[in-house]
């Protein structure tokens, strides 16, 4: 028996271990990594173990015994290695755990998301937009909850600062709900504040800053009028940051969250800002809950001339691509965490699961795998269950029905009236998951619905079909599972895709129309 | 003027103590085509390091894990010189002081799997010291048992030989 663990080492030899054991777990958010002593004629050798360690983990090692002092008898004297054995237990080992640290940090993405190790752990979208957003262009990228809108945006401010442009991000959740004109002096002055790369003309732009906060906290009487007198000196003074080699990018993200009926004044003055200026917008948003362009007063970004559209939202009509997206993700938090891959603690079929009760959404796939680890590892299984990713699916949907509340504003009732009836229909009289609707876009029951899926209670299977007469399109929907999954008649509902793949037109024709 | 043991002047890792420094202080002197024979000389020292490393490499890969002693110092030694090659190319470093063993650390930045190389390094070098001094020892105290050490040292020389080729130098 030449190895042993802390208890077992030379108590002179303890506090040396320790003193590395916990430079690491320092490093891993407070995960004690597994770890054993080897007993050697020449001394103990620390060995640090993971299911399968990569150049990350190595890098974590250099690092912790960098910063040990030449006292420390693991000085050179450490290493990390792959697990002797496999353990009995993986949702429990440190790795796992490591993991579910992993994903809970990655649920929100910003700017500073992945900070240092950015292009390492990106996963591109399924469309491949990373080439557009980078493109000298304004665009707005629409996507639900979780769907990766700030994730691309984060990469289009990477490669923009890896290009050493000048580059704002402005993050519109401090002006939520704030309807009043002020906030376009208010978001103004948000640009200013987070410009990064503006060298000489900073103190400039301070001054300018200075003039638009002023006005943000002022009263709101003739504060366009102000604003507008304020926009040519403040175009010129940004003018003089950018260049056509090195463009200004402003990024505003999550712009619905500001009330509707002041996004398209906003995003005008923004324009003026950057229009013929060697500056460009990339903004996102819930394509629901946005709306760029006001025509009675002829003000903000008309698409596709003024912006571009990059729709993040069809992941269920692509889910033979979603999944190997969502696996992709999963796959690189794994391996960041010393798995070999998300195979390891799931199984395919339970992936493609977890694919569909998630709709395809990156941010709802990644929590529920957190989930249902928990309720696996509860229940003593080995690895991840169905019935786990169910249950799971059950607790995330109860967090949804918040968000209706949150998000739905006046039209609440509404909104769960519709609900309501989606789920009579496709529980209890139809028992399909699935079904057709027809597309009016004037209809406010159909605009209710359009709701659901920017709620994710619903999500689009089709974008439209024309089952029966020429003229007529249906987009074809799905009820989300969660919704549904924790009741007993749950059983008995037919599951519409059961695997992600791509429908039949004769799959989609057959499914019934909710009126 | 460098002082190495086992070298004997003229040479020019004994005319400074690091020969592209020395390059980069003597090109407002030298014609371009004189700093380029200087160059083509320390090539010509990161090649023969090179080579040196790959001889005990090749020695090593011919003995069975019975001679794991034997195995495990040859395949340090390879791994040992085939890092001073890289070196003098990366920074003009050299050394023939028993301290040199000690700096795993200065593999460049930009090799390829350097964090694991640096690590895999400095078992090698405890697993070499307990294989040729400690009577004691068994097969089974080696940190990276034959096997495991010849996968290190074969992709470390693989990922040498490819920073060295974009550096110009074809080992």
């Given at each position: 028996m030449n190895s042993l663990d802390l208890a077992q080492v030379d108590p002179s030899f303890r506090g040396d271990a320790a003193e590395v054991l916990d430079a690491y777990a320092k490093r891993l958010g407070g995960i004690r990594l597994d770890y054993f002593v080897k007993r050697r004629p020449d001394g103990p050798y620390l060995i640090v173990e993971l299911v399968k360690p990569n150049e990350i983990h190595f890098r974590i090692h250099n690092e912790v015994v960098s910063i040990l002092p030449d006292s420390n008898r693991f000085k050179e004297?450490?290493?990390?290695?792959?697990?002797?054995?496999?353990?009995?237990?993986?949702?429990?080992?440190?790795e796992t755990q490591l993991l579910k640290k992993e994903i809970a940090a990655?649920?929100?993405?910003?700017?500073?998301?992945?900070?240092?190790g950015f292009f390492d752990r990106y996963t591109p979208s399924v469309t491949n937009f990373e080439q557009q957003i980078t493109a000298n262009a304004n665009f707005i990228v629409y996507g639900r909850r979780g769907s990766g809108k700030s994730s691309l945006l984060s990469y289009g401010l990477h490669m923009a600062v890896q290009d050493l442009a000048p580059v704002s991000w402005v993050a519109m959740q401090p002006f939520a709900n704030r309807a009043e004109v002020n906030v376009v002096p208010a978001v103004i002055g948000a640009v200013l504040h987070e410009l990064e790369g503006a060298g000489?003309?900073?103190?400039?732009?301070?001054?300018?800053?200075a003039e638009f906060d002023a006005l943000a906290e002022g009263e709101p009487e003739d504060v366009l009028k102000k604003c507008d007198r304020l926009v040519p000196r403040l175009r010129r003074t940004l003018g003089d940051v950018a260049?056509?080699?090195?463009?200004?990018?402003?990024?505003?993200?999550?712009?619905?969250?500001?009330?509707?009926?002041?996004?398209?004044?906003?995003?005008?003055?923004?324009?003026?800002?950057?229009?013929?200026?060697?500056?460009?917008?990339?903004?996102?948003?819930?394509?629901?809950?946005?709306?760029?362009w006001d025509s009675a007063t002829q003000a903000g970004l008309q698409a596709p001339h003024d912006a571009q559209v990059l729709n993040l939202d069809l992941n269920l009509t692509i889910p033979d691509k979603s999944k190997e997206h969502i696996v992709s993700i999963l796959d690189s938090h794994a391996r960041y965490c010393g798995l070999p891959d998300i195979g390891y603690l799931a199984r395919d079929n339970v992936l493609s699961r977890l694919v569909l009760v998630a709709a395809g959404v990156p941010r709802d796939a990644l929590n529920l795998l957190s989930l249902a680890v928990s309720k696996a590892s509860a229940k003593g299984q080995r690895s991840v269950s169905i019935t786990s990713v169910?249950?799971?699916?059950?607790?995330?949907?109860?967090?949804?029905?918040?968000?209706?509340?949150?998000?739905?504003?006046r039209d609440l009732a509404d909104v769960e009236a519709l609900l309501a009836d989606v789920k009579r229909f496709c529980i209890t009289q139809e028992r399909k998951n699935a079904f057709l609707m027809e597309i009016k876009n004037n209809s406010r029951r159909y605009q209710l619905m359009q709701k659901l899926a920017a709620l994710r209670l619903v999500h689009v299977l089709h974008e439209g079909i024309?089952?029966?007469?020429?003229?007529?399109?249906?987009?074809?929907?799905?009820?989300?599972?969660?919704?549904?999954?924790?009741?007993?008649?749950?059983?008995?509902?037919?599951?519409?895709?059961?695997?992600?793949?791509?429908?039949?037109?004769?799959?989609?024709?057959?499914?019934?129309?909710?009126? | 003027m460098a002082n190495h043991k086992g070298l004997s002047p003229p040479h020019l890792l004994l005319a400074a103590s690091n020969p592209i420094r020395m390059i980069q202080n003597l090109n407002h002197i030298l014609e371009q085509q004189e700093?380029?024979?200087?160059?083509?000389e320390l090539d010509r020292n990161v090649r023969q390091l090179f080579q040196l490393g790959k001889s005990h490499f090749s020695f090593a890969q011919g003995l069975g894990d019975k001679d794991w002693r034997q195995k495990i110092s040859r395949l340090y030694y390879a791994a040992y010189n085939v890092r001073r090659a890289v070196a003098l190319k990366n920074s003009g470093a050299f050394s023939t002081e028993s301290g040199d063993h000690q700096k795993v650390d200065q593999l460049p930045d930009n090799m390829d799997n350097r964090e694991s190389h640096l690590t895999n390094l400095r078992n090698l070098r405890e697993d070499r010291n307990l294989s040729d001094y400690n009577h004691e020892a068994k097969v089974t105290?080696?940190?990276?048992?034959?096997?495991?050490?010849l996968n290190f040292v074969t992709q470390f020389l693989a990922d040498s030989a490819k920073f060295l080729k974009d550096q110009g130098v074809t080992v």
């Open positions: 004297r450490s290493t990390v290695q792959r697990s002797r054995s496999a353990p009995k237990d993986r949702l429990r080992i440190p990655s649920l929100t993405v910003d700017r500073y998301t992945f900070s240092g000489d003309v900073a103190p400039a732009l301070e001054a300018l800053k260049s056509p080699n090195s463009p200004l990018t402003i990024f505003l993200d999550d712009v619905h969250v500001i009330p509707e009926e002041i996004q398209p004044l906003v995003l005008s003055y923004i324009y003026k800002l950057t229009r013929g200026n060697n500056a460009y917008i990339k903004a996102s948003g819930i394509a629901q809950l946005t709306r760029l169910n249950a799971a699916a059950s607790e995330m949907a109860e967090e949804k029905l918040k968000d209706v509340e949150l998000d739905s504003g024309t089952p029966h007469k020429a003229g007529r399109r249906f987009v074809a929907l799905v009820l989300d599972y969660g919704v549904y999954v924790g009741i007993r008649a749950a059983k008995s509902v037919e599951l519409i895709p059961s695997e992600p793949r791509v429908l039949l037109a004769k799959e989609l024709r057959s499914l019934p129309i909710f009126r | 700093l380029d024979k200087i160059t083509a105290d080696l940190v990276l048992n034959p096997g495991d050490a």
